[in-house]
């Protein structure tokens, strides 16, 4: 069961944290079996370890040797480090499934320098509230084994798909940073509720709802985004001026290029490794 294997996360960033809220909240791992490292900001440790229980290890390495997974959720450019001050410590019973943007599994296994299975994933912020979309792919020596409890560890903070891995730099364009495209779009649309004339706090909920409302249209009816549009657009109406002006302002080949440039920035981040 997944809920006895032990953790470790080397890293305590935003994506750390996301993941280990989503998993607790669910009851899929245990406090007693999670330990957390952090490369350098001591204070953003110690938060992480007040804010969800957990205590510090007297010996890390140990922690590490005897962790089932081990997660690495650390900046692309430091994976390098993390993993050669801890790899003496990793060995070929354990799965590391790294959320690194860019780095390949091939890059991860030779730095380990044993036949350990890797799956690299990259989920998205969302799986704070268990709605990730995570993408996976398998390494060199990871079994079926391993990518079934890959799934059963993110299908516990949203959903989870399998792609090749010369796919991930697109899943990263797409999903990974999608979130803040999302964010962004509600930014935009408060303001312009609050330039209109409505209060903030109206203007944030009907914004929400709105967003929500639409994303369980998409959802729940199986219709695609173009019909859907089309039934919500009357000729000469309210929707069909306010979607002239987004035309003007190719509002979708902005967001085309919005995605193919994050991807484009992952395939960067990964050319070294």
């Given at each position: 069961m997944m809920k006895e294997k032990k953790f470790t996360f080397i890293g305590a960033g935003s994506m750390t944290e996301a993941i280990l809220a989503g998993?607790?909240?669910?009851?899929?791992?245990l406090r007693q079996n999670i330990t957390i490292l952090n490369k350098s900001n001591k204070i953003r440790l110690q938060k992480l370890l007040q804010t969800y229980g957990l205590t510090k290890p007297q010996q890390i390495g140990e922690a590490i040797r005897h962790s089932d997974v081990v997660v690495i959720a650390v900046k692309p450019k430091d994976v390098e480090d993390a993993l050669l001050k801890w790899r003496e410590y990793i060995h070929e019973k354990q799965l590391v499934i790294s959320v690194a943007a860019g780095i390949s599994t091939s890059y991860i296994e030779s730095l380990l320098q044993a036949n350990i299975a890797v799956i690299r994933a990259m989920p998205n912020t969302s799986c704070t509230v268990g709605l990730s979309a995570t993408a996976i792919c398998s390494g060199k020596w990871s079994t079926e084994q391993d990518m079934q409890l890959a799934k059963e560890?993110?299908?516990?903070i949203g959903m989870v798909v399998s792609v090749k891995e010369e796919m991930m730099d697109a899943v990263t364009g797409l999903s990974?940073?999608?979130p803040a495209y999302f964010y962004y779009m509600v930014e935009a649309l408060e303001q312009a509720g609050i330039r209109a004339g409505l209060q903030p706090d109206t203007a944030r909920q009907l914004t929400l709802q709105t967003i929500l409302g639409a994303a369980h249209m998409l959802a729940e009816t199986g219709k695609k985004p173009t019909e859907l549009r089309q039934e919500?657009?009357?000729p000469g109406g309210t929707t069909m001026a306010g979607l002239e002006v987004l035309s003007k302002y190719q509002l979708d080949?902005?967001?085309?290029?919005?995605?193919?440039?994050?991807?484009e920035r992952s395939q960067e981040l990964g050319q070294y490794f």
């Open positions: 998993l607790l909240e669910k009851n899929k791992i560890i993110f299908s516990a990974g940073s999608g919500v657009t009357s080949q902005a967001v085309i290029e919005a995605v193919l440039r994050a991807k």
